[in-house]
């Protein structure tokens, strides 16, 4: 489960900047981190968007699994299996959010008890 963090370094503006104290002026920080850390400036740490797990089929339904009914003949009794479809499936994509909500690598506490 999971997997909404951020995998690659330098994907999200407030995943470090690569000096110690927090101060790009200190030695220690190359040119690439200070134009990373100047191009985010802007950013928002809401998500609005995310990417669906659900599938679409041959036929156009939308679920998270999808089955077939297969008829086993086993010492001359008949058996209904069910059989699990993964080939011919469509991620649905991504879908946008109703309320938007915060990125998990938002590095700031919002609220202290």
């Known amino acids: ?21 927090g101060d790009p002026t200190k030695e220690g920080v190359d040119e690439q981190s200070l134009a990373r850390l100047r191009s985010f400036r802007n950013a928002t740490p809401f998500v609005f968007t995310r990417r669906s797990s659900l ?13 077939e009914e297969t008829v086993v003949t086993k010492n001359g009794r008949k058996r209904v299996k069910l059989k699990k479809i993964q080939k011919n499936l469509i991620p649905q994509g991504t879908i946008k959010l109703e309320h938007p909500c915060i990125h998990v690598d938002f590095p700031v506490v919002l609220c202290e008890v």
């Open 1 to 21: 489960m999971g997997g909404s963090g951020s995998k690659t370094k330098g994907y999200w503006p407030f995943a470090g900047s690569g000096s110690v104290d």
């Open 55 to 67: 599938y679409f089929d041959e036929d156009g339904d939308l679920a998270h699994e999808f089955y």
